[in-house]
């Protein structure tokens, strides 16, 4: 069973940085394709944020790009989203996910407040 436990979330004000982390167990970061979503307050869908593959580049969201990087940490078994230049509407909860896995964590929660 695919466990994922995202931490890393705070109150940062615009333009700031935060890098989260997402601990996963029940498969191998290293051969599983990894992404990252987020949900607004008061909004019903997740939206997607980021992917890191197996074996390819990783892809961002147009909002994501160029302030936003996904990497991972195989010895750890680690997916994090370092997220910099923070504004307002990054304001959420952010998940981790992986390809073929139905399984989410609880999240962690970004304000981006000043």
């Known amino acids: 069973q695919v466990q994922l436990v995202e931490s890393g979330g705070g109150l940062v004000q615009p333009g700031g940085s935060l890098r989260l982390s997402c601990a996963v167990s029940g498969l191998l970061v290293s051969r599983n394709g990894m992404a990252w979503y987020r949900q607004a307050p008061g909004g019903n869908e997740r939206e997607w944020v980021a992917?890191?593959?197996?074996?390819?580049?990783?892809t961002y969201a147009d909002f994501a790009k160029g302030r936003f990087t996904i990497s991972r940490d195989n010895d750890k078994n680690t997916v994090y989203l370092q997220m910099n230049n923070l504004r307002f509407e990054d304001t959420a909860v952010y998940y981790c996910?992986?390809?073929?896995?139905?399984?989410w964590g609880q999240g962690t929660q970004v304000t981006v407040s000043s």
């Open positions: 996910k992986a390809f073929g896995s139905d399984s």
């Open positions: 992917t890191i593959p197996r074996a390819a580049l990783s």
